[in-house]
């Protein structure tokens, strides 16, 4: 683990990524729909920003895309706002919001920047939040799969590399991202289960889509990925870890890989009555989807302690959750704080080894190539005076990762790029804009626009210069 030299391969990808509802704004221009982030971004406006606005992408794009040649990207990864293609999501196709992708592809291709697109990142069309309750119901499915197929024909002649669901199984443990709203702690986790399922659906035909419509099309999912250990060397602490691993995230790479839940995973849908209904034609369209790589967000590590199971808790029942994402499970795990790391002032846990350890389990398990498309860190960025942003935090935190990978490259695992979160100032979900994770500063606040000024952060100078000597100069 020690030592300072890097080894990226020549064709190594670098760039940067965001989505849609965080970066574009312009929520009702272009005949864009309303979506089920924009609502729960909305009820939030009273506390930080919204999605109306965000960084305003949709008037800037010209001038971010410049700034992100000058930096020497060279992919972005994206994500299309399905609403804005199609506005109730199932219905009529929008000509302007074509057209507006059409113009962002060109002008990265243009100026020698390859699209990376995700076609779902957390902003499902709210006309089928409000038809079938989104994931519930396999119109959604449906509606998905003709989604896909129309960005797939449309740009599939210019754009190579996709994703699908950007942290499926981060997004459905989230209630207000996937409409979930029972009172019910098993009827929530039983809606939860059948959207899962129909997400995994959905991404199998949107595989299948892929590369019938794009014949060198390269599609794959983006994980959340997660890194567990075990509070102490105890048996059950050890495979309390292994478990929480498997149900935050290896099930579903399971899921895509394979094309059925792993064991363990069945079992606990049968232990709490929530496996969810799956027609018979499922199980091939599951297993001939083969994805091309997989696409991992990494940002920290977890710890955990076996959570024994007691007479009015049944295995696999939630217990007293931390958050949504990182919830505790009878039977199953209990989280706590690593005392050997250093958490960041949002308090995420930061661990560069655990960024080398998930790249080698996914690459030993899968043979597929990897690729990094989340990574950063979130703080309270402050401008000075004379218009500067010393982020040398971020600096530190990106060069210890981008070593992780590349000491991973030497394990003998298939890295094809690194593309950090986030290119620019977006819109954090529950933190607004003072939470900020961009190369670029956004020179507004919550609820004051100010000007909008792009301004490169220290950041934005030392990655470029880590782009332009392929990794060696950090």
């Not at 079938?132 to 197929?149: K, P, Q, T």
């Not at 696409?295 to 590590?301: E, I, M």
């Not at 909008?452 to 332009?468: A, H, N, P, T």
Request: some cysteine; hydrophobic content about 35%.
């Amino acid at each position: 683990m020690e030592g300072t030299k890097t080894n990226f391969p020549k064709n190594f990808l670098w760039g940067a990524s965001s989505s849609a509802f965080q970066i574009e704004g312009g929520w009702d221009e272009g005949g864009k729909g309303i979506t089920i982030a924009d609502v729960n971004s909305f009820k939030r406006s009273e506390i930080q920003a919204d999605s109306k606005v965000a960084s305003d992408f949709y008037h800037h794009w010209e001038e971010d895309i410049r700034l992100m040649k000058e930096m020497g990207m060279q992919i972005y990864r994206f994500s299309i706002s399905w609403a804005r293609i199609i506005p109730d999501g199932d219905g009529e196709v929008n000509q302007e919001g074509i057209d507006f992708y059409h113009k962002i592809i060109d002008c990265l291709l243009e100026q020698g920047i390859q699209p990376f697109i995700t076609l779902y990142h957390f902003d499902l069309p709210y006309a089928l939040v409000k038809k079938y309750n989104g994931w519930e119901s396999r119109e959604c499915v449906m509606a998905f799969e003709r989604y896909a197929s129309v960005c797939f024909k449309t740009f599939g002649d210019k754009v190579t590399y996709w994703q699908v669901h950007n942290e499926q199984n981060l997004m459905v443990r989230v209630n207000e991202r996937v409409n979930i709203t029972a009172d019910d702690a098993w009827e929530a986790d039983r809606q939860r289960a059948q959207m899962d399922y129909h997400m995994f659906l959905a991404h199998a035909l949107a595989v299948k889509a892929c590369h019938s419509i794009i014949p060198d099309g390269k599609i794959g999912p983006a994980v959340s990925s997660t890194c567990t250990y075990p509070e102490s060397n105890k048996p059950e602490d050890v495979w309390a870890a292994r478990m929480n691993d498997w149900f935050k995230t290896d099930y579903c790479l399971d899921m895509h890989y394979y094309g059925r839940y792993p064991g363990y995973y069945m079992r606990y849908l049968e232990e709490r009555k929530i496996v969810p209904v799956m027609e018979p034609e499922d199980e091939e369209i599951l297993k001939d989807a083969k994805m091309d790589f997989i696409a991992l967000n990494y940002y920290r590590t977890l710890c955990v302690r076996y959570l024994p199971t007691d007479e009015g808790h049944p295995a696999g029942e939630r217990a007293f959750p931390i958050n949504e994402v990182d919830f505790d499970q009878y039977g199953y795990f209990h989280h706590i704080k690593n005392e050997h790391l250093v958490s960041s002032e949002y308090g995420a846990q930061i661990d560069p080894l655990g960024l080398r350890t998930v790249l080698n389990s996914y690459y030993q398990k899968y043979h597929l190539p990897l690729i990094v498309t989340e990574n950063g860190l979130g703080a309270a960025d402050t401008l000075t005076e004379d218009g500067k942003v010393h982020d040398e935090y971020r600096i530190s935190y990106l060069r210890e990762h981008i070593r992780a990978i590349s000491q991973a490259i030497e394990d003998g695992v298939s890295v094809m790029g690194y593309s950090p979160w986030s290119f620019m100032d977006l819109l954090s979900s529950h933190e607004g804009f003072r939470k900020r994770y961009g190369f670029v500063y956004v020179n507004r606040d919550d609820h004051d626009l100010k000007d909008l000024s792009r301004i490169k952060k220290d950041s934005y100078f030392w990655y470029k210069r880590v782009i332009e000597t392929n990794g060696d100069e950090l």
